[in-house]
């Protein structure tokens, strides 16, 4: 069975421009959520999606959004991208909220 | 506000030796506790979980943490490492299991020395 897989596994913008990253959950998941994990820091929430809705996003500004599509996959999208977006963006997905999560592999976006 | 402090950002230690590594969190209510690790390239992977009961939890690879509540700690060890067991270990800690509420330690690299 296939696990949770992200595109691309790496993307560089330059400043000002948009990035657009994509997950695929396990087969059956119906939640997903999305990470940064800056260098050196731990891994701070993004967004949750669950059945196509936004549920919660974390503390980040509103350039940082995303949508869930009717087969589950998601997609983050990062508007005007700064140099700080720099980092690890992981998606993981669960049957239900808590439930165990599995991750994918990661989108590492670098902003030049 | 809860957080996670994890005490090393490296921890170096030869094969087949023990380790530890260190997890401390802050929370005014009682907790449920998580160790991820993230191999090389890789996405994270559960490695164990206290939700309740015993506070000696067992998990794969043969890690275990101990929850300990008057200390606040939930550390992780191994009796013997192995090579493969070199990776990124972090510990999350979250008051209602839910996902998107785990707050992450900032992570543990684990060297393994041959």
């Known amino acids: 069975e296939a696990g949770v897989t992200q595109s691309p596994t790496h993307l560089i913008k330059t400043r000002g421009q948009q990035a657009t990253l994509r997950c695929s959950p396990i087969?059956?998941?119906?939640?997903v959520y999305w990470y940064q994990q800056a260098l050196g820091l731990g891994l701070q929430f993004l967004l949750w999606y669950d059945e196509g809705e936004e549920r919660n996003r974390g503390n980040f500004p509103p350039r940082f959004s995303g949508r869930q599509f009717p087969n589950y996959s998601s997609e983050l999208n990062v508007n005007a991208l700064e140099l700080e977006d720099s980092a690890l963006y992981l998606c993981?997905?669960?049957?239900?909220?808590?439930?165990?999560?599995?991750f994918g592999q990661g989108t590492r976006l670098t902003v030049v | 506000a809860q957080s996670v402090t994890q005490l090393d950002s490296q921890v170096p230690v030869f094969e087949e030796a023990p380790v530890e590594l260190r997890c401390n969190y802050s929370s005014s209510v009682s907790v449920y506790l998580f160790w991820y690790v993230q191999y090389p390239n890789q996405g994270l992977q559960l490695l164990l979980k206290?939700?309740?009961?015993s506070t000696l939890v067992k998990g794969i690879n043969g890690f275990e943490a101990e929850f300990n509540k008057s200390q606040t700690s939930f550390h992780l060890r191994k009796p013997s490492v192995h090579i493969s067991d070199t990776a990124e270990y972090f510990c999350?800690?979250?008051?209602?299991?839910?996902?998107?509420?785990?707050?992450w330690g900032a992570g543990t690299k684990l060297i393994i020395k041959p």
């Open positions: 993981a997905s669960s049957l239900q909220e808590n439930t165990e999560a599995f």
């Open positions: 087969s059956g998941h119906t939640s």
């Open positions: 999350a800690v979250s008051d209602t299991g839910s996902n998107y509420q785990l707050i």
């Open positions: 206290y939700l309740s009961g």
